[in-house]
């Protein structure tokens, strides 16, 4: 099976994340040549959520599947596009209820990648475990794809280590999202799957994860509510490149991308 590469980015902060994003994108396939492009995009809203507007301007431009995780409910209005739009995806164990699915199966020059968006159960409100979803999701996708990547989007490291080594050798790639800081621990596991416990954000380096600074620490040190705005300050791509190798859903590496924005983003 001949190798492809798909470059996965991490969790898109406002607006201003979007245009580095979309800023960074042409030269980013030039130098690259990803088959697919997959991004996190549940703080694209104002760092709260995603509308249809703001999905169908990714699309447009490029991103072959979307991800969401705990803010995927935030903006009413996408509640019918989750349902009717395959490549956008809500956490597969989220309950049954909730609007949207959890995986989808995207084909390009004849290789199809199946996506699958996860959310961790520590410290996050997904309605069903997590680990048991994650084989149902695979059983599901068993003749549909030549590869898998699994966008975790968690609290925990240990929840996201746990899982990685749990879908080894059974997944191109697992990756995880939520903390908006990128970890240095990209690796192939020994059974073929890319591994990396959280790409990073998308957006503005300079606030707290996303909020603008003086805001978040308010919080933090009065104990006091405080009205949270997407930060403005140094917007950085926080992305990873996985080869496929190969074997059908195994990898051959990852590496990380961390851009700064173009400038007069
Ligand atoms: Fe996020
Ligand atoms: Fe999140």
Same mark, same amino acid.
């Given at each position: ?28 396939? *030039?130098?690259?040549? /990803? ?6 995009? *549940?703080?694209? =809203?104002? +760092? ?6 703001? =999905?169908? !301007? ?32 809500? /956490?597969?164990?989220?309950?049954? &209820? ?35 979803? %994650?084989? %149902?999701?695979?059983? %599901?996708?068993?003749? !549909? ?12 490291? &240990? ?24 970890? @240095? ?21 300079? +606030? ?6 003086? !805001?978040?620490?308010? @919080?933090? =040190? ?9 930060? #403005? ?5 926080? %992305?990873?490149?996985?080869? #496929? ?5 195994? @990898? ?14």
């Amino acid at each position: 099976m001949r190798p492809i590469k798909v470059l996965f980015v991490g969790d898109v902060v406002g607006g201003l994340g979007k245009r580095t994003l979309l800023g960074l994108l042409p030269s980013l396939r *030039e130098r690259y040549s /990803p088959t697919f492009v997959v991004a996190n995009g *549940e703080n694209i =809203a104002g +760092g709260i959520g995603i509308t249809p507007r703001l =999905a169908d !301007q990714l699309f447009a431009a490029g991103v072959d599947v979307i991800t969401l995780g705990n803010h995927t409910y935030r903006q009413r209005d996408i509640y019918a596009y989750l349902d009717e739009r395959r490549e956008i995806l809500r /956490p597969a164990n989220f309950l049954r &209820s909730q609007p949207g699915h959890g995986w989808c199966v995207v084909t390009r020059d004849d290789v199809r990648l199946g996506v699958v968006s996860l959310s961790g159960n520590l410290f996050m409100d997904a309605g069903r475990p997590v680990f048991a979803e %994650a084989d %149902a999701a695979l059983h %599901a996708l068993k003749e !549909q794809a030549d590869h898998v990547l699994v966008d975790m989007h968690a609290e925990a490291t &240990s929840e996201k280590v746990g899982m990685g080594w749990y879908l080894d050798g059974r997944v191109t790639a697992v990756v995880g999202t939520h903390t908006h800081v990128p970890t @240095a621990d990209a690796r192939v596991l020994p059974g073929g799957t890319a591994y990396i416990t959280d790409v990073g954000m998308t957006g503005p380096r300079g +606030g707290v994860i996303g909020v603008k600074r003086e !805001q978040a620490i308010e @919080a933090m =040190a009065t104990k006091m509510p405080v009205r949270f705005e997407t930060s #403005t300050e140094d917007p950085w791509l926080n %992305a990873v490149l996985i080869t #496929t190798g190969d074997a059908p859903r195994r @990898a051959s590496a990852i590496e990380p991308v961390l851009e700064p924005a173009a400038p007069g983003t």
